[in-house]
């Protein structure tokens, strides 16, 4: 069985990162993903941190909608904080616009969570991960936060008026959610690049 994993993983690589010569992903970027959080698009299922392949990079960022998500240890009677941002607005290099907020549920119940539902408020509607052209590879993040008990999550009327220049650790410290139980990230850029 031993065995088996690594030559499974390798199968696995080779669908996802069909032109793992020309980008590969760091290992801090590799790192990034813990906890085991789950993003399926229509022809993609993410279970692990991974460059989207050239060939499904317009659908990501053009016409897919937002993703099924699943945690398989879900707590059935816990809360759940969904977030999804781009730390590399606009470009990696110099990411000024840091942090993007692509997607922020709250409320998510676990029970749900467990089948890849988002049953939750929904504070942020699903944003396609758009990179402008031009500025390289984009990371987006998946954090999944337990939700304390009886916290109203929410943002302020300056975090509803706009996406970008999130103050994510503030958002983080001021509901206590503390670290993620799971995150996932996947990398892209814009599909005409």
Not at 92 to 101: D, G, I, Q
Not at 123 to 130: A, E, S, V
Not at 153 to 177: M, Y
Request: contains cysteine; glycine residues 6%; negative net charge.
């Amino acid at each position: 069985m031993a065995i088996l994993a690594p030559i499974f993983g390798l199968i696995l690589l080779g669908l996802f990162h069909t032109e793992a010569k020309e980008h590969t992903l760091s290992s801090q970027d590799a790192s990034f993903c813990h906890g085991g959080l789950e993003v399926i698009y229509p022809e993609l299922d993410i279970f692990q941190c991974l460059i989207i392949p050239k060939n499904l990079r317009e659908k990501v960022s053009q016409v897919w909608k937002a993703p099924q998500v699943y945690f398989s240890t879900a707590q059935k009677k816990k809360s759940y904080v969904l977030v999804m941002v781009d730390p590399d607005a606009p470009n990696r290099s110099e990411p000024t616009s840091a942090y993007w907020r692509h997607w922020l549920v709250v409320d998510i119940q676990g029970s749900a969570l467990k089948e890849g539902q988002i049953e939750g408020t929904t504070l942020t509607d699903y944003k396609l991960p758009t990179p402008p052209s031009n500025s390289g590879f984009h990371r987006y993040q998946f954090m999944l936060f337990e939700q304390p008990p009886d916290a109203s999550v929410s943002l302020t009327e300056q975090e509803e008026a706009s996406r970008g220049k999130w103050d994510f650790q503030a958002f983080i410290t001021s509901f206590d959610l503390g670290e993620p139980v799971a995150t996932l990230q996947f990398l892209t850029q814009n599909y005409k690049d």
